[in-house]
């Protein structure tokens, strides 16, 4: 990945394997949708236990294998782009940063886009996070990227790099806009880990149960 800041590939599953994830996505419903941003799992790589995991060991095969990854950190991303919840940030151990001020980034953070919708791009920079978080290196952007969600859409980019969802207009998120409702943007988060990020759990069924493909012990 070194000089890309941001790759895209399009129809990165099979696509019997991305209908049978979407059909298990959608089938979460509103379960924890306002947490669904902070609702994340760890998956080390060994045997899947629902349809995310298997998404992500296609992916690793298919994008990841030089990535050096212990294992992949998920979420679902369900965004209504007329009240965007997160701002322009870079991906990190949150826990660690918090207790011990250390700040240790993803190796790649990606997306899986599962729908087309108005606006909603992501937006990477290549400016990063100073070593105690307290600024932008370099302080202004010298260059950027923009992936539009599309249905079996995978994008990629440095871990470190301050990234965003735009709005539904496609500009930095700023205030609520005044637009009839539309469909969420749906896709899942996957940041892969050289080392596991601290206090994220494995995935038993209890959240999310509609993702489950076997029996989880």
């Known amino acids: 990945m070194a000089g890309v800041l941001l790759a895209i590939h399009d129809q990165a599953l099979p696509a019997a394997r991305f209908a049978k994830l979407w059909r298990k996505v959608r089938a979460v419903g509103d379960e ?6 902070w609702t994340n799992f760890w998956f080390d790589f060994g045997a899947p236990q629902n349809a995310v995991d298997e998404a992500a060991l296609a992916l690793r095969e298919a994008f990841g294998l030089g990535w050096k990854a212990a294992g992949v950190e998920w979420w679902l991303g369900r965004t209504d782009l007329r009240r965007v919840p997160i701002e322009l940030h870079a991906d990190r151990d949150n826990r660690l940063f918090d207790t011990r001020r250390r700040l240790r980034h993803p190796t790649v953070s990606s997306v899986l886009y ?23 290196v370099p302080s202004e952007p010298r260059d950027w990227a923009l992936a539009a969600p599309r249905p079996n859409r995978f994008v990629h980019f440095p871990g470190d790099r301050l990234h965003a969802v735009l709005d539904a207009n496609n500009a930095m998120p ?36 509609s993702l489950r493909t076997r029996a989880v012990r």
């Open 32 to 37: 924890k949708l306002k947490q669904t941003y």
């Open 114 to 136: 599962f729908n087309r919708v108005k606006g909603g791009a992501l937006l990477v920079l290549d400016q990063r996070e100073s070593r105690d978080g307290s600024r932008r």
């Open 174 to 209: 700023s205030r609520p806009l005044r637009l009839p409702a539309a469909p969420l943007r749906w896709a899942l988060v996957l940041n892969w880990w050289a080392r596991r990020p601290m206090e994220v759990p494995a995935w038993t069924g209890e959240v999310y149960a």
